[in-house]
T-cell receptor, first 112, second 114 residues
Framework: KAGVTQTPRYLIKTRGQQVTLSCSPISGHRSVSWYQQTPGQGLQFLFEYFSETQRNKGNFPGRFSGRQFSNSRSEMNVSTLELGDSALYLC???????????FGPGTRLTVT | EDQVTQSPEALRLQEGESSSLNCSYTVSGLRGLFWYRQDPGKGPEFLFTLYSAGEEKEKERLKATLTKKESFLHITAPKPEDSATYLCAVQAMSGGTSYGKLTFGQGTILTVHP
């Protein structure tokens, strides 16, 4: 069974721009969660989507948003990028909300 | 607020030298405690889920245990390929409903020398 895929794997953006990251969950999985990983803060929860609805949101500004499509694929968007947004963005899928999560390889975002 | 603390931050072992990693947690209502392994430049790899105190799970050289306040990841006779960052995370119940949010500890960086 194919794992979680994320595109693109690497991204370089300029401060003030916006970016969209994509995540395809494991086939049959309906819940997708997003996390930000930085050396200083570790892994921090951004939001979770289940059946196209946002179920839970972490303590991040409104510049961070996401959505989920009917095929369970998910996208997250970051607007007005700041230098501090440079991080590894990880997507995780689970069969249902609250079950064990399987992570993708991540998207490495660098903001200059 | 849910909190997870892992110790030690880093651990160096000789091949074959068994040891344990600790994960202390505070959570309003525990739905599950998860262990992951993360290699450099990769996403976390799922290892175990523990749901209740007294529960134990094993996989090859790894054994995870859970009490009401902490979890241990025991590594028996480690090999160099066990070198990685080991992450612990908790998932809380809220109003009888569990959600997808995982709260992670900072991780333990394990290095096993041949």
């Amino acid at each position: 069974k194919a794992g979680v895929t994320q595109t693109p794997r690497y991204l370089i953006k300029t401060r003030g721009q916006q970016v969209t990251l994509s995540c395809s969950p494991i086939s049959g999985h309906r819940s997708v969660s997003w996390y930000q990983q930085t050396p200083g803060q570790g892994l921090q929860f951004l939001f979770e989507y289940f059946s196209e609805t946002q179920r839970n949101k972490g303590n991040f500004p409104g510049r961070f948003s996401g959505r989920q499509f009917s095929n369970s694929r998910s996208e997250m968007n970051v607007s007005t990028l700041e230098l501090g947004d440079s991080a590894l963005y990880l997507c995780a899928s689970s069969l249902l909300s609250g079950y064990e999560q399987y992570f993708g390889p991540g998207t490495r975002l660098t903001v200059t | 607020e849910d909190q997870v603390t892992q110790s030690p931050e880093a651990l160096r072992l000789q091949e074959g030298e068994s040891s344990s990693l600790n994960c202390s947690y505070t959570v309003s209502g525990l739905r599950g405690l998860f262990w992951y392994r993360q290699d450099p430049g990769k996403g976390p790899e799922f290892l175990f889920t523990l749901y209740s105190a007294g529960e134990e799970k094993e996989k090859e050289r790894l054994k995870a245990t859970l009490t009401k306040k902490e979890s241990f990841l025991h590594i028996t006779a480690p090999k160099p390929e066990d070198s990685a960052t080991y992450l612990c995370a908790v998932q809380a119940m809220s109003g009888g409903t569990s959600y997808g949010k995982l709260t992670f500890g900072q991780g333990t960086i394990l290095t096993v020398h041949p």
